[in-house]
């Protein structure tokens, strides 16, 4: 069974900072990538950042470019979002993903996490 679980959301002002966490056990961990997808109430469901394993490299929305940073732990099956300078517009449920795809314009997932709350307060 794949889980993907993950941690770190809560309430911070303005300016913070976050570190989420998420964790694969299961069968996986094999996936060529992970990643973050986030949902405000009343929105629709966006992409955030997607880490890949091979070469390290990232994918960030512009949204978030120069403040959020996305790394990976290969020993841990861990991925990670460190989030600095928050708005309160990235206030969301923010949610792990693996085995991100690009189709076009949007992203899907094959795999995701519950989600964890982030809000940021003014």
């Known amino acids: 069974q794949v889980q993907l679980v993950e941690s770190g959301g809560g309430l911070v002002q303005a300016g913070g900072s976050l570190r989420l966490s998420c964790a694969a056990s299961?069968?996986?961990?094999?996936?060529?990538?992970m990643g973050w997808f986030r949902q405000a109430p009343g929105k629709e469901r966006e992409f955030v950042a997607r880490?890949?394993?091979?070469?390290?490299?990232?994918n960030y929305a512009d949204s978030v470019k120069g403040r959020f940073t996305t790394s990976g732990a290969s020993a841990k099956n861990a991925v990670y979002l460190q989030m600095n300078s928050l708005k309160p517009e990235d206030t969301a449920v923010y949610y792990c993903?693996?085995?991100?795809?690009?189709?076009?314009?949007?992203?899907?997932?094959?795999?995701w996490g519950q989600g964890t709350q982030v809000t940021v307060s003014s």
């Open positions: 299961g069968r996986t961990f094999s996936w060529s990538n």
């Open positions: 880490f890949i394993w091979s070469g390290s490299s990232t």
């Open positions: 993903a693996a085995g991100i795809k690009r189709i076009g314009a949007q992203y899907t997932g094959d795999y």
